[in-house]
């Protein structure tokens, strides 16, 4: 009954040891190499004293580094805590303690802040701290270990036979509310999800991804790499999401499916190919966040051979949580069914189903294979997200009457003006249909008569004249009264995270503020 | 990080919802009416007061009944516990005391023994008896009650969330001593082998299974039904093994894989097959004892187009614990290679592996997902089979180089004759290489002199001519001085278990005593 994730690795070592794992720039590691890597860091981080369950924090881009540490971490049994390595000293601190991690791993880049974030975490004991250098480089900080020096142990062999339902990544999110809480994902989970994800676009052992997504995140981690490794297939990393960079990997490597978010299909498609044979790719899985409809149709335009495919997830449900199987049973503006053995329902807020509808809309909640222990040493939250035995998504959407899942928007993402929701996606949806705008986001500012009133943030692209009336006056044409943005703030960009990911709550003070934006 | 077992069911049932899910005679039951079913037994057993872990026992040769049942069990969150039909009164009486059942469902044809046993039973409470009748009859003993109640109930709809480690499954086995003990098998583990194991056979949405193996052993329920269901498949149900309804049920509805003991195999072999078209055939499964090479090769030149990969497994492994993948990779003689996500080693009596080669001989030891959780409140006994971390199969064996798994034997049938040890399978293969021998069974007897003496009981074919003088001939000409059967044993036929396994437990009395069997 014993399950260790890393048998996706060694499982596919087994099948093709030669085989590519994953390329960077000129680098390759095959499997082979990353199992023996991964099964010296094993043994290297359990020659520390670590226990089963101890927790290591990894605060990497994508490198083969990252791929050594988590395999390497996952084998000797411990609990991988991925970091996004932009996060502040205070920030990384605060995840240290909240885990009470022993080790953390870090790059050179980012290793001044990472010993700031130690000296000022408060786990008991010193967190050991390695930090990874590019070749040439041998820089560090004072009191940090080199990374090189995890490559001496022996390979640890065997993976150790953690429990199927041990946590095998501590992965935080900020979930809806609070600070970030970690979502204890386990082997088992983890497993499902890449083989169930794999299963629904169709991966296959001659694939090449594109591992542009950051790895620290569950899309990256899930979708990209352990779907990847689960089939014996092969990752492109790319430390760092440019969409030059991004295209020339892709097509220096013959990548044949690319995972990313909405804005980095988005940036693709604005962007100029340069005439690059990139007629390899086939597939194209969108995620975390709603991709406009419009941006899916002109970038299958662009890359004829391709099809997209949008999912729905969150750290919490490990990823995949709804799919659009293939081009033929995919439903535009839709996030498409539950994953094979996934259970996904619409619910009022007293957790009652509500019927298949677009004015149905209420909270997604879901239950499965995929779904999280809960979250670690929080347990009001986690019974609290797991209200009445469902995870508790935090989002708003509907079904229709064959069961495709809609997301309308996220619950605190909602604007109610007057009374009437407003959901900030269907606004979003019609800006972009408008020729020059690149970036929308849609919220709402405190209005003492109305509640709150609707405010869209944009962008817009090169050499675009459209102004701010143009834009209210555009959507005023194609959304009830009560929908239409009284005001909108033509931006130079819009904040993003690491993910691509509009950050709304950045928007909001510039929303109740004052002046516009510059452009 | 809910996972039940049915949302296999589920799952095909919303692929392919007026898909046969299986054959009786004429009678056919969908995917959707074997769900719908189920999910009314489910929720006339939680109706009865049942709560998720409490046990209900089942007694049921292979029926459309069986399927209602066990799925019934596991979409309500209880545990199955599959008990043979043909066991007598107090042995029953023993499964339901050890394991609590609350519920007994049973079939006409046993079930003044079944009333028989549960007044025997020490469960505290009374145990509820549901009687299974043939259409048309009606009659059943005082006290029990009609299973056709169980139909009544409002449909269970969404399985009962049970966490993936949870027992599924309680299968009772003898080990390798002592009184039939309760494996538990989790929903995890017995998802991970009908997905792992239809996987290494090529199991297809089209394929056809021969469900002639008794559902209630592990090789029938998991690598026949199971591997079905979790691909959409069809079984063909065969109450009973007799070798002339096993060929009429393969010819009528055109089955691909037939999935068998080697004793079944031998019997269809020199059966006359009448000009039926069997030419559907294209997969035999063999396991649950070593099939003779020279049955294997006889039997795919009786059906071309078929080949016969032959694994290896357990109750406590859940079926599938190696197997040999294909008729390229296969190695006659050999169980296999491990299945994905299991390792196995060969250990010495201080459980230190041993290297490979066929004079390495020592106990095969197993870790994956897999193996059970333990051995129902039996702390010890567990202890004892999982000494290292490993589960010890109680059977001797070694590896190749290349890492193919050998049986050399049970390790409590091991014959030592004067300090050598002599494997009673190496013994019975040069026995079946006779012309005229249909069954071989090579037991130890006590011998004051060498410790024990080797003797083979062995049943011949119509007409057969040979004596048991011709054999011990026979076997002394291919054999070591010290292997070869000084005794032999004509018998009309050996005894064999529900499987179809010989039962050399029955053997050993006839061994130690005065005259041979009857012939």
């Given amino acids: ?50 226990e089963p369950g101890d927790r290591v924090a990894v605060q990497l881009p994508n490198l083969p580094q990252f ?39 870090t790059f050179e880049m980012f290793a001044e802040e990472a010993v700031r974030a130690v000296e000022l975490a408060e786990t008991g004991e010193s967190v050991r701290t390695y930090v990874v250098n590019l070749p040439g480089n041998d820089e560090r900080p004072e009191g940090t270990l080199h990374y090189d020096e995890l490559y001496f142990a022996e390979d640890f062999g065997e993976p150790e036979p953690t429990g199927s339902d041990d946590t095998a990544v501590l992965l935080y999110t900020s979930g809806t509310t609070g600070r970030p809480k970690g979502a204890e994902l386990t082997h088992f989970q983890m497993y499902m999800n890449c083989t169930v994800g794999g299963d629904l676009f169709g991966f296959r052992d001659d694939d090449i991804g594109l591992a542009v997504l950051p790895l620290f995140h569950i899309f990256g981690l899930s979708s990209v790499l352990n779907v990847a490794v689960r089939n014996g297939g092969t990752v492109v990393l790319v430390p760092r999401f440019e969409t ?21 299909y988005q940036e693709i498609l604005h962007s100029d190919t340069g005439g690059r044979d990139l007629s390899t790719l086939r597939v194209g899985v969108s995620g975390g966040a709603s991709m406009p409809g419009e941006v899916m149709r002109a970038f299958e335009e662009k890359f004829p051979g391709m099809v997209i495919l949008e999912g729905y997830g969150l750290s919490e449900t490990c990823a995949g949580a709804t799919f659009n199987i293939n081009a033929e049973q995919r439903r535009v503006g839709s996030i498409g069914k539950p994953l094979w053995g996934v259970s996904v329902r619409v619910v009022d807020p007293d957790d009652q189903p509500l019927p298949p509808g677009p004015d149905q809309v209420g909270e997604i909640v879901v239950r499965g294979h995929n779904v999280m222990k809960g979250y670690w040493n929080r347990p009001e939250a986690t019974a609290e997200a797991f209200r009445g035995g469902w995870f508790h998504t935090g989002d708003l959407g509907y079904t229709d009457e064959e069961g ?9 993402d909602l604007v109610i003006r007057g009374g009437y929701n407003v959901y900030p996606r269907e606004v979003e949806e019609v800006l972009y249909e408008h020729p020059e705008v690149t970036a929308a986001a849609v919220i709402g500012r405190p209005d003492a008569r109305l509640g709150e009133e609707v405010v869209a943030c944009v962008s817009l692209g090169p050499g675009a004249k459209a102004t701010e009336e143009d834009l209210i006056a555009f959507c005023k044409e194609r959304l009830a009264a009560y ?22 709550k950045e928007l909001r003070p510039l929303a109740t503020g004052e002046s516009g934006g510059a452009t």
């Fill in 67 to 105: 791929l050594f540490t988590y395999f390497g971490i996952l084998k000797a049994g411990l609990v991988m805590v991925p970091l996004n390595p932009l996060l502040k000293a205070p920030e990384t601190a605060y995840h240290l303690t909240d885990s009470g991690a022993r080790v953390l791993v």
């Fill in 483 to 504: 929908k239409y943005p009284r005001e909108v703030r033509l931006l130079s960009e819009l904040p993003v995270g690491p993910t691509g990911k509009i950050l709304k």
């Fill in 404 to 412: 495709y899942l809609f997301v309308v928007d996220r619950k605190k």
């Fill in 244 to 264: 030059a960079a991004a295209l020339e990997a892709m097509e220096r490597h013959r990548c044949t499916i690319l995972a990313g978010v909405p804005t980095m």
């Fill in 1 to 50: 009954m014993s399950f260790n994730l890393a048998t996706i690795l060694q499982e596919s070592r087994r099948e093709n040891p030669d085989k590519p794992l994953c390329h960077i720039n000129d680098l390759e590691f095959s499997y082979a190499q990353v199992d023996e890597i991964s099964g010296r860091v094993a043994s290297a981080l359990r020659g520390l004293g670590l």
